[in-house]
């Protein structure tokens, strides 16, 4: 595998691959055999998290992989029943014990889960964290603009990234645009949708892949890369991976661009940051 993916340069000097590989509902009984084909695909930003159940997984894939360390980008998340300072400092340790790593590249804080009041003090854990080498770059999910007011003004860390359900019908501008107003790089989820829509069956997409003789799939892929967002679409299948992360062949014109940007409609699939409590 050929193919060099972009990176972007995080506002503490890190380099992020701009585009990786998702774990969110993958089999932890299958992890090791996807995460090894995703490897193999070329992928070398690996997103999972705590609450996902299969970091033993992902380290298992990456050990039998023999890619070296610094050539990987891992990203684990802190879940909301870990939010605190002790709590955070044990669920860091646990997911390096289960990912079998002495550091990931990026820890999240997964939900603010502002009904609990604790992320502030999280967040300074994350910190702590981050000062021990336990992960060299820190940042948030699903943070909306006054969680992440809270914590830019409670602490001295800007975070790295907000990782963020975004996609076509989804595109969440408003928080785009405090990224880019402070630095933080932004991360999609559901980058397809999840499945949820038929995204892929839009007249708008269709027409763009039939246009450059790709998939649907790797256009909306595209549309997010082009827009200078970070992305892991999710597969279980090696031949969807390998569509996944062919995406370097050809580009999106400015009048293609902005016909998926377009399709925004608020259209959210997952949970709302502002009343989720699980
Ligand atoms: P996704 O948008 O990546 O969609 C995955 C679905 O798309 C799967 O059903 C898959 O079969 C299908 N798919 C993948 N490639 C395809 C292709 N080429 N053609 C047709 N269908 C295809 O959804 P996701 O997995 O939820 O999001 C990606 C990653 O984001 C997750 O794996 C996880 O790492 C992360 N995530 C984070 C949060 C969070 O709260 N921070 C929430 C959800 C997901």
């Known amino acids: 595998m050929t193919t060099t993916i972009p990176t972007l340069k995080l506002n503490d000097g890190h380099d992020i691959p701009q585009l990786g590989f998702g774990v969110f509902k993958v089999d932890p009984d299958e992890t090791e055999r996807i995460v090894s084909d995703a490897l193999a695909a070329g992928y070398r930003h690996i997103d999972t998290a705590a609450v996902y159940g299969n970091e033993v997984g992902v380290g298992r894939a990456i050990a039998a992989s023999g890619v070296p ?19 955070a400092f044990d669920a860091i340790d646990l997911s390096l014990d289960k990912l079998g790593l002495d550091s990931v590249n990026l820890y999240l804080i997964h939900w603010p889960r502002p009904d609990l009041d604790r992320y502030l003090e999280t967040w300074l854990a994350m910190e702590q964290i981050r000062d021990d080498g336990k992960a060299t770059s820190i940042g948030v999910s699903n943070f909306h603009i006054p969680h992440l007011d809270t914590i830019i003004a409670g602490s001295s860390t800007v975070p790295a990234v907000d990782q963020l359900e975004l996609h076509p019908t989804f595109q ?33 997409i269709t027409r763009i892949a039939a246009a450059h003789g790709v998939t649907p799939a790797q256009v909306v892929i595209r549309w997010h890369l082009q827009s200078g967002i970070i992305v892991f679409p999710k597969s279980n299948s090696a031949e969807r991976m390998r569509e996944n992360f062919d995406v370097f062949g050809f580009e999106l014109t400015a009048d293609e661009l902005a016909a998926i940007d377009a399709l925004d409609a608020g259209n959210r699939v997952g949970s709302n940051p502002e009343t989720a409590t699980f």
């Open 69 to 87: 360390r610094e050539e990987l980008f891992i990203t684990t998340k802190l879940w909301n029943s870990d939010q605190g300072t002790q709590s």
């Open 172 to 204: 969440q501008r408003e928080l785009r645009a405090f990224g880019a107003e402070h630095g933080i790089a932004i991360e999609s989820w559901g980058p397809l949708g999840q499945g949820k829509y038929d995204l892929l069956g839009m007249p708008a």
